[in-house]
C-alpha cells in the first residue's frame, strides 16, 4: 500500500490549506485513517481520524473547529481542511492507515500500518 500526501505550502497566519492524501494498493472505504503532524524537535502527534465506512471523525483538542478531515471512497483519498491556521500548525503532515479492516479509529500512532512520507505545512506570524 501506498500514500502520498500533498497540498502543504507555507501560509499566512489565519490562512487555509486543504491537505490530500491519495492511497494506492488498499481500498479505503473499509479501513480507520488518521492525520498526524510532527514539528522538528517534538513527538508526533495526533490531529484527526476518520473510519472511512461510517465518516465518524475525531480531532485534537488543538485543531477542534478549526480542521476537517473527509473522504472521498471513489477517489480513495483522504482529506484534511485546515482553516485559521496558527504558527503553532506549523509542522511536517503524516496521513496513515489501519490494516485490518473495521478497526476503530485511533489517536495513538503506533496503531496505524502504513504511513505516507509527510507534507510540510508552514504557518508565518
Known amino acids: 500500500v501506498q500514500l502520498v500526501e500533498s497540498g502543504g505550502g507555507l501560509v499566512q497566519a489565519g490562512g487555509s490549506l486543504r491537505l490530500s492524501c491519495a492511497v494506492s494498493g488498499r481500498i479505503i472505504s473499509t479501513f480507520a485513517m488518521g492525520w498526524f503532524r510532527q514539528a522538528p524537535g517534538k513527538e508526533r502527534e495526533f490531529v484527526a481520524t476518520?473510519?472511512?465506512?461510517?465518516?465518524?471523525?475525531t480531532y485534537a483538542d488543538a485543531v477542534k473547529g478549526r480542521f476537517t478531515i473527509s473522504r472521498d471512497n471513489s477517489k480513495n483519498t483522504v482529506y484534511l481542511e485546515m482553516n485559521r491556521l496558527r504558527p503553532e500548525d506549523t509542522a511536517v503532515y503524516f496521513c496513515a492507515i489501519r490494516k485490518i479492516p473495521f478497526s476503530s479509529s485511533s489517536s495513538r500512532a503506533s496503531e496505524y500500518d502504513d504511513w505516507g512520507q509527510g507534507t510540510q505545512v508552514t504557518v508565518s506570524s
Open positions: 476518520i473510519n472511512n465506512w461510517s465518516g465518524y471523525r
